[in-house]
């Protein structure tokens, strides 16, 4: 790998981690989610500074350099975050449902117990 990709990707990294320092900071996203990009970052940022004990590697997967096979397994990681993502949405989505159906229930007996009040008060 060029060294000057090195410097680009480190630097990238290091803005990156900076970036998300200041979306926790900022309570943009949570805490947990922050701490999970900084080290996927610290460990790109690793396999770029090791990329010469990757090349066996590469080279047993069929890949010819190294640097296309970190940025393959960054598009999997960033697949994978994405079909986990999905599947939160999902599930958030089927209890916003299921919240609004118990608040409507919740506002019809509310309703119908002020209505039996009200009928009574006014025989």
Partial sequence: MAINLKIFLLILGLVSMGVILYMVKR?????????FW???IIIVMLLVLVEKYLKPVATFV??????NMIFLGGF?????IALILTS???YQKIALIKLTQELALTNHKLREISNEKGKKSAK
């Fill in 88 to 90: 939160a949405v999902s």
């Fill in 38 to 40: 900084e080290g996927l």
């Fill in 62 to 67: 069929g890949i010819e350099t190294v640097s």
């Fill in 27 to 35: 309570n943009k996203i949570m805490l947990r989610h922050g701490i």
């Fill in 76 to 80: 999997i990681v960033l697949l994978a």
